[in-house]
């Protein structure tokens, strides 16, 4: 079946370093991948997607690239602040469902020091 | 625009008590969602409403009940509750159900079974 591995955390950095966040994923057909981010306390928000290969997703630093040749999405931020401190989530979204099953990695929790 | 909203924020039942969970979204989304957040496992989706009217299973839907009550709400029902329900609950909705369209999330609502 359809599944996401990421790597496990906790991933701790000083400010300013390089963050990469890897993430694979197991699916048939062309699923849609997406990065979710969890502030403390709070629900899931969406930091970045691609719906098809070799897009590129980016949003507030971020960047993700989805590549089908290796089945892999992985996050990278090029200097990490501390407010990026959260728990990171890839998942991809079920074609086989039309979409409603979304399948979720176990989480990345990452820790910036300043 | 308040989003997802969900009721209550925190619950500690005992075992064999009920409860339903509410969520509520102002978004217009034709779709929402179930899922709990368990330490190490991600999200797991319990049921999900592709539209008004209809509803249905996710990965792990045993020992729950939905209701879609109408476009906007969508409610989870615990008939008996165990000690293996506790866990931090989130409800989602999505404005297209595809495979490409991100969730939006409520706040959670951390359950305790004692």
């Known amino acids: 079946g359809n599944s996401v591995t990421q790597m496990e955390g906790p991933v701790t950095l000083s400010e300013e370093a390089f963050l990469t966040i890897n993430c694979t994923y197991t699916?048939?057909?062309?699923?849609?991948l997406f990065w979710y981010v969890q502030y403390p306390g709070e629900g899931l928000q969406l930091l970045l997607k691609?719906?098809?290969?070799?897009d590129k997703g980016s949003n507030k630093g971020f960047e993700a690239t989805y590549r089908k040749e290796t089945t892999s999405f992985h996050l990278e931020k090029g200097s990490v602040q501390v407010s990026d401190s959260a728990v990171y989530f890839c998942a991809l979204s079920d074609p086989n469902t039309g979409g409603f099953k979304t399948i979720f990695g176990a989480g990345t929790r990452l820790f910036v020091k300043a | 625009n308040a989003g997802v909203t969900q009721t209550p924020k925190f619950q500690v039942l005992k075992t064999g008590q009920s409860m339903t969970l509410q969520c509520a979204q102002d978004?217009?989304?034709?779709?929402m969602y179930w899922y709990r957040q368990d330490p190490g496992m991600g999200l797991r989706l319990i049921y999900y409403s592709a539209s008004e009217g209809t509803t249905d299973k996710g990965e792990v839907p045993n020992g729950y009940n939905v209701s879609r009550l109408n476009k906007r709400e969508f409610s989870l029902r615990l008939e008996s509750a165990a000690p293996s329900q506790t866990s931090v609950y989130f409800c989602?909705?999505?404005?297209?159900?595809?495979?490409?369209?991100?969730?939006?999330f409520g706040p959670g609502t951390r359950l305790t079974v004692t």
């Open positions: 978004m217009n989304h034709n779709s």
């Open positions: 691609a719906t098809k290969a070799d």
């Open positions: 989602a909705s999505s404005g297209q159900g595809t495979g490409s369209s991100e969730q939006y």
């Open positions: 699916a048939t057909g062309y699923p849609s």
